[in-house]
């Protein structure tokens, strides 16, 4: 590790951010004459896309997310160091790490290369006063408050004699038409459906309402219509109403208010909420940004050049959800917020580094798309992949396939599948565990964290 002062004999890269682009830029430059100190304020790596799996019960904590000291243990010049980043002086070249597990205040340190993968989180769109309310699924403590929300709601329901409020515990509101919405809203019908049918007494838990809001005119804008709809209908079959066309105007912990394009509003009574729309680029941009001049968008993603490198410091590259790309001639290179965009960055950035250590110039990053995919349920998923459209079994058999393939570790993708299969044959899910105190659903909202189990 190259704290500040002291002499490095090797060129020293730092990369911030363990998640995909981060992880697979220091998997990249693990074999070059390189030391690289990889900085991340967790201790593992979360593999996100199947969060929403630990929010629903279907899979455990420790089975989507890798210790990265783990993954590096064999790579002697990798350094993983716990903390959170908190500056950066770009001049100096030195990077501010401000909040570390001994306490003892900020530290810096060196680098000749740096590489900045911070990620994203979600935006209430200026309403923050929402969060606490409408947890969502981009953490792994926030998957676990969710499912703590949505086991418990169906307990308070249990023992509610009043049908009106007993309801409201029953009515479960998905904010956001996107792949993890629509996973979201698919996992509490089959909850609700499938899973918990036999496990009560006083309620019929396929009474359910499921409420999927979102703004726009169909589910899962970046597929083509015809899977929207295709899913639509999958959903529908699960008990999931989506609303589109729908605006989300208040949430106060007993209701959600909506409105919908022709101006109509209505308060709709449900006391679980789960936030999965829009988001923001890590902060960690706008710390680039204030060093380096380069452009903040709407989203706070900063504004990076054609070999992902920061205005006037080749050696600053930034990737993953927290940059914009633009093309030599200035223009935006319009790339979806999804994995395979960050790995691939994380990649081309150690690639970029070998070349310019070799004296090389590194060309312009370019995206190879591999496709789209989104599950709904048990045997219900679309999938775009090149053009050729694919829904129901065969989506839902490579969408399988595709998250064990990309899923970290040899252990946790056996326990991944056989956890899969397990609950294909007795419908069940293993971690339905209610962590915390049940009774206090207001606990553990955003700003707090839940106990991780
Ligand atoms: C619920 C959900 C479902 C998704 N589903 C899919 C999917 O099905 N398919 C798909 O392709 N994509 C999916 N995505 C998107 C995908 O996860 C992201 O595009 C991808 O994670 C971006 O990679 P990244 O490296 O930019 O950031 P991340 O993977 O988010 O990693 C950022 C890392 O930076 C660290 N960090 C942040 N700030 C600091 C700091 N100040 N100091 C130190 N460390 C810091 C974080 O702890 C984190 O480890 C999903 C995202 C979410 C939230």
């Not at 900085?39 to 979360?46: G, K, Q, V």
């Not at 580094?353 to 995919?373: A, H, S």
Request: net charge positive; aromatic share 8%.
């Amino acid at each position: 590790m190259a704290a500040s002062g002291t002499v490095a004999a090797r060129h020293r890269v730092i990369v911030v951010g363990g998640g995909f682009g981060g992880l697979l830029a220091v998997r990249a430059l693990r074999r070059a004459p390189v030391d690289i100190t990889l900085i991340d304020r967790r201790n593992f790596h979360l593999f996100e896309p199947l969060v929403y799996q630990v929010a629903t019960g279907a899979l455990a904590s420790g089975e989507i997310a890798s210790p990265l000291r783990g993954i590096f243990k064999r790579d002697r010049n990798v350094h993983v160091l716990l903390g959170e980043v908190t500056g950066f002086d770009l001049a100096g070249r030195r990077v501010t790490v401000g909040s570390m597990p001994d306490d003892e205040g900020a530290r810096d340190f060196e680098y000749d290369s740096l590489v900045v993968a911070g990620g994203s989180s979600y935006s209430y769109f200026g309403h923050d006063e929402w969060r606490p309310f409408a947890p969502d699924v981009k953490t792994l403590e926030g998957a676990l408050y969710v499912r703590r929300r949505i086991l418990a709601a169906f307990e308070a329901a249990e023992y509610e004699p009043d049908a009106e409020r007993r309801a409201a515990w029953l009515t479960f509101v998905v904010v956001g038409g996107g792949p993890t919405g629509v996973e979201m809203a698919g996992q509490i019908g089959e909850i609700a459906r499938d899973t918990l049918r036999r496990d009560f007494r006083s309620i019929d838990t396929r009474s359910t309402r499921i409420l999927l809001v979102e703004l726009g005119d169909r589910i899962l804008q970046d597929f083509p219509p015809r899977l929207s709809e295709r899913a639509a209908r999958s959903l529908e079959q699960l008990g999931v109403t989506p609303l589109t066309g729908h605006r989300v105007v208040g949430i106060d912990g007993h209701s959600v208010s909506v409105t919908a394009g022709t101006g109509e509003s209505e308060v709709v009574p449900a006391r679980t909420v789960i936030w999965a729309a829009g988001v923001v680029a890590s902060e960690l941009a706008r710390f680039l940004a204030a060093e380096s001049g380069a452009e903040l968008d709407r989203a706070g993603r900063i504004s990076v050049g054609p070999d992902l490198t920061l205005p006037g410091h080749p050696e600053v590259m930034a990737l993953g959800d927290m940059v914009r790309v633009h093309d030599a001639n200035g223009n935006v290179v319009p790339l979806p917020g999804l994995a395979p965009v960050a790995m691939q960055q994380g990649r081309f950035a150690a690639r970029a580094i070998r070349d310019r250590l070799r004296g090389r110039v590194p060309g312009p990053f370019r995206y190879r798309d591999k496709g789209n995919l989104a599950t709904i349920g048990r045997r219900r998923a679309v999938a775009d992949i090149k053009g050729l459209h694919l829904s129901g079994l065969l989506a839902w058999l490579t969408w399988l396939f595709v998250h064990l393939f990309y899923l970290n570790g040899l252990q946790n993708r056996l326990f991944v599948f056989m956890r899969w299969t397990f609950s294909f044959v007795t419908h069940g899910r293993g971690a339905r565990l209610i962590t915390g105190t049940p009774g206090r659903p207001e606990h553990g909202s955003a700003g707090q964290t839940p106990r991780v189990d």
